[in-house]
């Protein structure tokens, strides 16, 4: 069986068979989760099915269901409607995800020869817009940041989430070579997509990250970009769980409700969009392959549109007396 290291340290497909009973389904999930692993799935994306595919296999377990011929649409469907009280419709739907890709795995390997999805409905999902970080909640937990290092390091992630609009396990997996500190250009090795991609610092965000490599003696471009301090002295990369310990524990020393660390994302993309950048820009800094997954990251408010419209009006800009074409960028309010 193949071993991948999850984000805290933890070997997730291992894990699986320590919590699961020794049948057929349970055997049958640890070989996908390998199938993934060899293909060079990311540890997120290894966590994101033993999560959400081990209760279902627990579930089919208590049902009496050890044979994964047997898993049908009547099952699937009981299985989904249990979900439905403790959680939202997209955690449903993310639980529903998962087993159709585990269903695939299973028609692929021939072990079923029907997909029994195909007569289950997807739950239904308002695609409604995320709520981005709070630009006063991220000013406040700058400022919390000392002059430490510690609170150096600190300083330079949360600005680099910012400005960067990364996603937390691209940002723990930089090391000190793949970013240019004089233009700001790092490149992003691992992505969600697996595709290299470019993203940029602005100038204060700059001089954070320089003002922390500076605590560092003889830096080697091989070295994780940020550093996990423990109380031992030892120090070892910064892990998922060690980042999202940083916010939560910046947050309660600025007094604020803790971000989620996609909520920087959120918040870089609907920032860039107000003060003016281009969809296909943004897509591609974002690493997103369509508009629609995209779109989910802008949530814009009646006064964004507004402005859009006041600059770009066809009947202002057809019958209104001695006005010039405006242009179509609408500036940060952020």
Same mark, same amino acid.
């Given at each position: 069986?193949?071993?991948?290291?999850s984000?805290?340290?933890?070997?997730?497909?291992?894990?699986?068979?320590?919590?699961?009973?020794?049948?057929?389904?349970?055997?049958?999930?640890?070989?996908?989760?390998?199938?993934?692993?060899?293909?060079?799935?990311?540890?997120?994306?290894?966590?994101?099915?033993?999560?959400?595919?081990?209760?279902?296999?627990?579930?089919?377990?208590?049902?009496?269901?050890?044979?994964?011929?047997?898993?049908?649409?009547?099952?699937i469907?009981?299985?989904?409607?249990?979900?439905?009280?403790?959680?939202?419709?997209?955690?449903?739907?993310?639980?529903w995800?998962?087993? $159709?890709?585990?269903?695939? /795995? @299973?028609? =692929? #390997?021939?072990?079923?020869?029907? !997909?029994?999805?195909l007569?289950? *409905?997807?739950p239904?999902v308002e695609?409604?817009?995320?709520?981005?970080?709070?630009?006063?909640?991220?000013?406040?937990?700058?400022?919390?940041?000392?002059?430490?290092?510690?609170?150096?390091?600190?300083?330079?992630l949360?600005?680099?989430?910012?400005?960067?609009?990364?996603?937390?396990?691209?940002?723990?997996?930089?090391?000190?070579?793949?970013?240019?500190?004089?233009?700001?250009?790092?490149?992003?090795?691992?992505?969600?997509?697996? $595709?290299?991609?470019?993203? /940029? @610092?602005? =100038? #204060?965000?700059?001089?954070?990250? !320089?003002?922390?490599?500076?605590? *560092?003696?003889?830096?080697?471009?091989?070295?994780?970009?940020?550093?996990?301090?423990?109380?031992?002295?030892?120090?070892?990369?910064?892990?998922?769980?060690?980042?999202?310990?940083?916010?939560?524990?910046?947050a309660?020393?600025?007094?604020?409700?803790?971000?989620?660390?996609?909520?920087f994302?959120?918040?870089f993309?609907?920032?860039?969009?107000?003060?003016?950048?281009?969809i296909?820009?943004?897509?591609?800094?974002?690493?997103h392959?369509?508009?629609?997954?995209l779109?989910?990251?802008?949530?814009?408010?009646?006064?964004?549109?507004?402005?859009?419209?006041?600059?770009?009006?066809?009947?202002?800009?057809?019958?209104?007396?001695g006005?010039?074409?405006?242009q179509?960028?609408?500036?940060?309010?952020?």
């Amino acid at each position: 069986m193949g071993r991948s290291e999850s984000a805290n340290g933890g070997d997730v497909v291992s894990t699986l068979g320590k919590s699961v009973a020794d049948d057929e389904v349970s055997r049958e999930l640890s070989e996908f989760l390998a199938d993934l692993q060899s293909a060079g799935r990311s540890p997120g994306t290894l966590r994101f099915y033993t999560q959400k595919l081990r209760p279902f296999t627990v579930w089919l377990r208590d049902q009496g269901i050890a044979d994964p011929r047997q898993i049908g649409p009547s099952c699937i469907r009981l299985f989904m409607t249990r979900l439905r009280p403790q959680h939202s419709p997209g955690g449903c739907h993310a639980y529903w995800r998962a087993i $159709r890709a585990f269903v695939r /795995f @299973l028609m =692929r #390997e021939g072990v079923l020869e029907q !997909n029994p999805l195909l007569a289950v *409905r997807a739950p239904t999902v308002e695609e409604q817009p995320l709520e981005p970080v709070d630009p006063q909640a991220v000013t406040a937990m700058v400022a919390a940041c000392d002059n430490s290092v510690s609170g150096l390091r600190d300083k330079s992630l949360l600005l680099a989430l910012l400005d960067t609009g990364m996603r937390a396990g691209e940002a723990t997996s930089l090391h000190v070579g793949d970013v240019d500190l004089r233009d700001g250009c790092i490149l992003v090795r691992r992505s969600k997509s697996r $595709r290299p991609r470019s993203v /940029f @610092l602005g =100038r #204060e965000s700059r001089r954070a990250l !320089n003002a922390y490599l500076r605590t *560092r003696s003889a830096v080697a471009p091989e070295e994780p970009l940020w550093l996990a301090y423990h109380t031992t002295g030892e120090r070892g990369p910064l892990s998922y769980t060690g980042l999202r310990d940083i916010v939560r524990r910046r947050a309660k020393q600025a007094g604020t409700a803790a971000p989620t660390l996609h909520s920087f994302r959120r918040g870089f993309a609907i920032t860039m969009l107000r003060a003016g950048a281009d969809i296909v820009s943004l897509g591609r800094m974002m690493g997103h392959g369509s508009l629609p997954v995209l779109m989910r990251y802008l949530k814009q408010e009646t006064v964004d549109l507004q402005r859009v419209h006041a600059c770009c009006s066809p009947t202002d800009r057809l019958f209104g007396r001695g006005q010039k074409p405006q242009q179509s960028g609408v500036t940060a309010s952020w």
